[in-house]
């Protein structure tokens, strides 16, 4: 996709095993998620391989394809989303955008377009 000029920006959002253990023992209090607590608790048993893997992965690619990629502390919801809004305002504005320049022909069939869906 970058290749083609789509603008990536990958996020891994970390948890520690403090607010896991915490998170998890609040969905296994909440009834109607019971049903999936021993699948949870099984994600929990592997989270440390998938962050092992993914440290591995970044450390061992070329620079230039991870360097948007962005491990975002999660323990506090709106940190995690305040670093994520952060990084796409930046990426926004570092795309340079504008509106099209319109000239007068596509202005005046505009015009045309909006009068003539006014009188309906």
């Known amino acids: 996709m970058a290749r083609n000029g ?3 920006r990958k996020f891994f959002l970390h948890l520690s095993k403090k607010e896991q253990k915490q ?3 609040a ?3 909440a009834r109607r998620r019971t049903g999936s607590s021993l699948k949870l608790i099984s994600v929990s048993a592997i989270a440390g391989t998938i962050i092992r ?3 591995k992965m ?3 690619t070329p620079r230039a394809s991870m360097r948007h990629g962005n491990v975002v502390p999660a323990d506090n ?8 809004a952060a990084a796409v305002v930046e990426t926004l504005e570092d795309l340079n955008l504008s509106y099209p320049n319109v000239d007068e022909a596509k202005l005046k069939e505009i015009k045309e377009a909006r009068r003539l869906l006014s009188k309906k």
């Open 53 to 55: 893997r993914l440290t």
């Open 6 to 8: 789509t603008v990536v």
């Open 23 to 25: 998170r998890f023992l």
């Open 58 to 60: 970044r450390s061992g």
């Open 77 to 84: 919801k709106w940190f995690t989303h305040l670093v994520v």
């Open 27 to 29: 969905r296994l209090d």
